[in-house]
């Protein structure tokens, strides 16, 4: 079992920033099997999208809408994933969400507000 926390989500004027971190704790078998750290958002009406993803590796994959402007970062020590937001758009307000791949398993963080005003 992996249990997921996230943090960092917030208010913010479009053109603004905001990090989000997620940490990830557990038995240390399930914390060594980790291997796609990544977010996904979810906005009122929609399906939940993937947003970024980083392998064990460091090979990262972004959605069209965000690249060139976010940015996801792994920190194998910490067990954090994080995702910088840059030049935010008021179409990037959803409920953020943590996954983390580990033995075959999806685990979801319980998920981060981020609402961009114009």
């Known amino acids: 079992q992996v249990q997921l926390v996230e943090s960092g989500g917030g208010l913010v004027q479009a053109g603004g920033s905001l990090r989000l971190s997620c940490a990830a704790s557990?038995?240390?078998?399930?914390?060594?099997?980790?291997?796609?750290m990544g977010w996904y958002r979810q906005a009122p009406g929609h399906q939940r999208e993937l947003v970024a993803s980083?392998?064990?590796?460091?090979?990262?994959n972004y959605a069209d809408a965000v690249k060139g402007r976010f940015t996801i970062s792994r920190d194998n020590v910490k067990n954090t994933v994080y995702l910088q937001m840059n030049k935010l758009k008021p179409e990037d307000t959803a409920v953020y969400y943590c996954?983390?791949?580990?033995?075959?398993?999806?685990?979801w963080g319980q998920g981060t507000q981020v609402t961009v005003s114009s």
């Open positions: 996954n983390v791949g580990a033995r075959g398993d999806d685990y």
């Open positions: 557990g038995s240390m078998f399930s914390i060594f099997s980790i291997n796609t």
């Open positions: 980083i392998a064990g590796l460091g090979r990262t």
